[in-house]
């Protein structure tokens, strides 16, 4: 009898719970459970349909426990051990979790053996076995953004961006940027800048993405060294982008962290392809990273950058970070859910683009997946 197990599957513009055939690893595979994972900004996007990533089951952020080895896989990979998977493959673009490889919300996930072989399944202590585990991945892509915009010496940091990626840099900007640094996040409506208001990080001013939030960046100090993160969906990047050339005056770095529709470009930067900036650091490489003077069409100076994906350090450097202060990120995880209860948001999320889910603003959904009950084959 063939094994199966349970999983989240959007098609037909539809999310539901179906059983899917479980796989048997083969050299250098692995066959994992995921435990707890995250619904990430870039997965509402694709729910939505403003992105065309092709796997039925997405999910890139969690912990997984490995159930089965294949043949010759590293020898400290053991049934039982608990481990994340670092989604992006630096060398390998057939590798993509959750965006062109089945993810992980789904009771097994099987790791193909480019990911093994190429060193994305990563160790952790049972400690992190928890909901926390969730912003392990988050977490290590803004480390590496605010790593990339540190070598500018900002006074000044400008946040655009009110879900979990915006918030969690607020959160950890001083950490990477100094105690003195200027911390400005913009938000994109008001109930986003009411959730940060109740939630409040005291070293953060908080402003709305308006006429009003326009001029407060217009009356940064001219000889200001701003840096700026657009930690936004790729449907606002372009718009957040030009209101930070518009309006900053100081000496301007932009990390462009947010998505960007194909062919994206900015009057402000003509002839720019703003596409391959972003993508020209990739997953911790190369070292040190690419950035790109660019003039704007009044003769503005900027230092341009971005960044795909992360390395084993930035995720290894999350989990420390995550040990050490969980109280400063565990109230950005506003939702918990079961495998059928995360079917029901995610089909709510692809519809409306309201974020409020059972009375409450969504920032970080957490979806605990609990051990399988149907073992149809051996340990599988």
């Not at 092709?54 to 010759?72: F, K, L, S, Y």
């Not at 908080?206 to 009003?212: E, G, M, T």
């Not at 969906?233 to 372009?238: E, G, N, S």
Request: hydrophobic share 45%; aromatic share 2%; glycine share 8%.
């Amino acid at each position: 009898m063939t094994a199966s197990h349970r999983a989240v599957v959007r098609a037909n513009g539809t999310t539901s719970v179906l059983d899917r055939q479980t796989s048997t690893p083969n050299d250098h595979e692995l066959l994992v459970a995921p435990l707890h994972v995250g619904l990430c900004g870039t997965d509402i996007q694709m729910l939505r349909g403003l992105r065309s990533d092709p796997t039925p089951v997405i999910g890139h952020e969690g912990v997984c426990r490995v159930v089965a080895v294949g043949n010759d896989a590293p020898e400290w990979i053991t049934p039982g051990t608990l481990v994340c998977i670092n989604p992006t493959h630096r060398d390998d673009p057939s590798f993509l979790l959750g965006h062109n490889v089945e993810g992980l919300l789904q009771e097994r996930v099987l790791i193909p053996s480019t990911a093994v072989l190429g060193g994305l399944v990563l160790p952790l202590s049972e400690a992190m076995n928890a909901e926390i585990a969730t912003l392990i991945e988050p977490l290590a892509v803004v480390h590496y953004a605010l790593h990339l915009l540190a070598e500018h010496k900002p006074d000044t940091i400008v946040i655009f961006g009110d879900g979990v990626i915006g918030q969690i840099a607020a959160r950890a900007a001083t950490d990477i940027l100094g105690a003195d640094a200027r911390i400005v996040q913009v938000h994109h409506t008001a109930r986003g800048i009411e959730w940060s208001a109740n939630h409040a990080v005291s070293t953060v001013h908080r402003i709305l993405h308006d006429k009003a939030g326009a001029q407060y960046l217009a009356n940064l100090p001219s000889n200001a060294r701003v840096a700026v993160l657009l930690a936004t969906p790729r449907d606002a990047t372009l718009l957040c982008l030009d209101t930070a050339l518009q309006n900053i005056r100081g000496e301007l770095a932009i990390n462009l962290l947010g998505g960007l529709p194909p062919n994206a470009a900015s009057p402000l930067l003509p002839e720019v392809d703003l596409n391959v900036i972003r993508a020209a650091n990739c997953a911790g490489a190369p070292n040190p990273p690419l950035r790109f003077s660019l003039s704007t069409i009044t003769g503005k100076t900027v230092s341009l950058m971005g960044h795909r994906g992360v390395a084993n350090r930035h995720l290894k450097g999350a989990v420390a970070e995550l040990a050490e202060f969980p109280s400063r990120y565990q109230e950005l995880i506003t939702h918990v859910a079961t495998l059928d209860e995360a079917a029901t948001i995610m089909q709510q999320l692809a519809t409306s683009r309201d974020r409020i889910v059972n009375g409450r603003r969504l920032i970080k959904l957490a979806v605990q997946i609990e051990p399988k009950q149907r073992r149809l084959r051996g340990d599988l």
